[in-house]
């Protein structure tokens, strides 16, 4: 007779049910993330706040791929870096200084997604950064910041440029390094995301492409910042989220663990 486990025993009673939400959606990220082909291996990394009082935040055990990542897998961390859940694995030094910081300035940063896409990259390197090129860079225009390459980001002075640098916006690039959304739920860091790869990815293909590019018009561009916050902020993410869980589930419902 095959015995169940009894509730207690399983990695959600450790957590509250807020908790254990949240860690269901992070591992759901960091899966969607792996899925959509935007990982580097075990680098780069996605933080969610911890709802609650306590400044405390969840991020990957470093040394694991994101589709192995699970929602109790996840490490709790403080913002200092300590870690609040055991587990066998450490966090990404560098995952801390980039995430820390930005969880510390900003209230509003519930979730914060780092990348280091060959596109998203290949667009980090060119002077001009992100062009008006498609509708999907005319959201990411409309909130977008960009943050000077000072190496492998493991110095604590850097963190006060870097949030100078992000200010109020929720698209990050990273100059010679990859891209950052910070959103306001793990859902909308997520969508942000998808916006920006493809907005890069789009500009790396008509560069590749033969012929003259046709820019947006500067007349709407101008009105990407109003466009974003109207059309996306707060709604966009929320729209296509169960749709996403849904799909994962039906691939691989493991990251619900």
């Not at 909130?143 to 100078?164: F, N, W």
Request: proline share 5%; hydrophobic share 40%.
């Amino acid at each position: 007779m095959r015995r169940t486990k009894s509730p207690a025993a399983t990695p959600r009673a450790k957590f509250s049910k807020a908790e254990w939400d949240q860690r269901v959606d992070l591992a759901a990220c960091y899966r969607l993330v792996a899925l959509y082909g935007w990982d580097d291996l075990v680098a780069t990394h996605i933080s969610a706040r911890v709802p609650g009082p306590e400044h405390h935040f969840l991020i990957n055990p470093y040394g694991m791929t994101f589709d192995e990542i699970t929602a109790s897998s996840l490490i709790k961390i403080d913002l200092e870096g300590r870690k609040i859940t055991k587990s066998p694995y450490d966090i990404n030094p560098a995952g801390f200084t980039i995430h820390g910081a930005i969880h510390a300035a900003r209230s509003d940063a519930k979730c914060v997604l780092h990348t280091h896409s060959l596109d998203g990259t290949a667009v980090s390197v060119q002077a001009e950064g992100v062009l008006p090129l498609s509708q999907k860079s005319t959201f990411v225009l409309g909130s977008l910041a960009y943050h000077d390459y000072e190496g492998i980001a493991l110095k604590e002075d850097e963190k006060p440029r870097l949030v100078r640098d992000l200010g109020d916006r929720h698209f990050l690039m990273l100059r010679n390094h990859g891209l950052i959304t910070v959103g306001e739920s793990i859902a909308d860091a997520f969508f942000f995301m998808y916006l920006f790869e493809a907005a890069c990815t789009i500009q790396i293909r008509a560069q590749g492409a033969r012929g003259k590019l046709i820019p947006v018009a500067p007349d709407i561009l101008a009105g990407a910042g109003e466009q974003f916050r109207r059309v996306l902020s707060g709604t966009g993410g929320a729209l296509a989220w169960p749709a996403l869980l849904r799909r994962l589930d039906r691939l691989d419902p493991g990251y619900r663990r």
